[in-house]
């Protein structure tokens, strides 16, 4: 049968067993999957069984198939692109959505998925100190996003309908949206599928002056020249904990900025907003204020297995009026009535998830104290980290070290012909390559940088020392064979 809860109950402690043995057995794993590409083709039928085949027969292809073509984002040894959380609490919260199965687009095809969503949601935002125009009791709200890119999109849509409803739709071709170069690449696709012109989308110039956090005065001066030149200014996003280095753009005077000149200011906070519930990192978004909206990845940092990004805006309307559908099948007397919160109408597709369950358990079985040790832990680890590349003159750090990320980088040879950025790939290479470590890389100011973001819930100090260790070893061999 489909479903009888005997046979569930049976399957689900074999795979809780597997899984937990997984967890066991994690760092016997190579972090970085070593195969090739189209090596599970060779490995599996090609076509459909007609006749079912047993659990274990399943298990042992995961084992022996599966497993060897996953990269484990939840090794203690991962230190590539941010975290991507997962905890027993996390795990258990997919496990009830994932039983209960609803698909809560609306208030009334699951009450308590709406309302849930509603108070945690609330609940994070109180938290965070956000202000009181983020929270369900006034016009804004919170709503769970799969990612920061949908994220994004959303609120981007809103601002460029608001902006048309005020100047007229002929405008769309001279619409503006401002960020700095540092911004997630997640901003140019929102632009590119919300129909702006791809020339208009300014990825304003960064360098290490400003720690490659966005300049006021660059984002002035642009602003003006475009005004000048026939355009409308319509949106600015901000970050705080860019991508490649964990840049902090300045949300006060940027927030001033976009007030004036009557921009939708949108904050990306995927990755260190999580910190920011700590007291001693709430201060990296103050001018969250002056934002329209707000954006942060619970699982990156959060302990919420993915998916769970987290938007809040100040104003519901502007979502409702851009994404909201109202077809005769959908109509009830709640909705109707405009008694309740419909989350179909703040997102891009109809069918959602109970995801709140996930991100209420994590909040209730860690609890904010437990939350913010995790985020410390990992933040303390990485400034070990960063002692240790300054002990090693070979190698530099190349950016502040604001929260649990370190960009640093081997010195190269006197003759080195590009700066030592071929001595870095190669390092990053051989380091991925023994299995015991993986970690990714950026460019910052031209300059090929590693990467080292410790997030992983598993890690430990011996983990770091260990892939300090392979750094150390791997860059004395490339050096001496240069």
């Known amino acids: 049968m489909p479903m009888d809860a005997e046979q569930l109950r049976d399957h689900a402690h074999k795979m809780v067993d597997f899984i937990a043995d997984y967890y066991k057995t994690i760092q016997t794993f190579p972090v970085l999957s070593q195969v090739q590409p189209g090596y599970l083709g060779k490995l599996l039928p090609d076509s459909a069984p007609n006749y079912p085949d047993s659990l274990q027969n399943v298990l042992n ?16 040894n991962y230190f590539a692109y941010f975290p991507s959380n997962s905890s027993i609490a996390g795990f258990l919260g997919e496990m009830l959505s994932a039983g209960l199965n609803i698909v809560g687009f609306s208030w009334i095809t699951s ?36 990612t920061a890119s949908e994220a994004v999109l959303v609120v981007l849509v809103a601002a460029r309908d608001k902006i048309l409803r005020r100047v007229g739709r002929s405008a769309l071709p001279k619409l503006v949206m401002y960020a700095s170069d540092q911004t997630h690449s997640a901003l140019q696709k929102a632009c590119q599928i919300a129909g702006l012109n791809p020339e208009l989308c300014r990825l304003l110039k960064t360098d290490s002056s400003t720690n490659y956090a966005l ?10 020249s475009d005004i000048a030149g026939g355009l409308v200014p319509f949106f600015l996003c901000a970050t705080v904990g860019t991508t490649s280095s964990t840049a902090i753009d300045p949300l006060p005077a940027l927030g001033k900025i976009a007030k004036t000149n009557k921009l939708w200011f949108h904050v990306d906070a995927a990755y260190a907003g999580s910190a920011c519930v700590c007291p001693e990192y709430r201060h990296c978004i103050d001018g969250v204020e002056e934002a329209d909206s707000f954006n942060m990845n619970a699982h990156k940092w959060f302990l919420t297995n993915f998916d769970c990004s987290v938007l809040w805006v100040k104003d519901r309307s502007s979502l409702i009026q851009s994404l909201s559908t109202n077809p005769e099948f959908l109509k009830n007397k709640a909705s109707q009535g405009n008694m309740v919160i419909d989350y179909k109408d703040w997102q891009i597709p109809l069918g959602r998830r109970f995801r709140s369950l996930k991100l209420w358990m994590v909040l209730r079985l860690y609890g904010l104290e437990g939350l913010r040790s995790h985020i410390r832990n990992h933040i303390e680890m990485a400034a070990y980290f960063e002692e240790l590349v300054g002990q090693d003159t070979r190698f530099k750090v190349i950016a502040p070290r604001t929260f649990s990320l370190v960009c640093f980088r081997l010195l190269p040879l006197l003759n080195s012909e590009d700066h030592g950025n071929k001595l870095n790939s190669d390092l990053l290479d051989s380091v991925n390559s023994t299995g015991n470590a ?39 061999a490339l050096l001496e064979s240069s």
């Open 61 to 76: 292809d995961v084992q022996e198939k599966i497993l060897p073509g996953v990269t484990h984002w939840q090794s203690p």
């Open 438 to 476: 993986f970690i990714t890389h950026t460019v910052l100011s031209g300059e090929y940088v590693l990467r080292f973001a410790v997030g992983a819930p598993l890690t430990e100090r011996k983990h770091v020392d260990m892939a300090w260790q392979i750094l150390q070893d791997k860059a004395t």
């Open 111 to 146: 009450p308590a998925a709406t309302e849930l969503e509603t108070i945690v949601l609330d609940w994070l935002a109180k938290a965070l100190q956000l202000p009181d125009d983020f929270y369900s009791s006034g016009q804004g709200g919170g709503v769970i996003q799969g």
């Open 215 to 224: 300049s006021p005065d660059v984002l002035s001066e642009a602003i003006s």
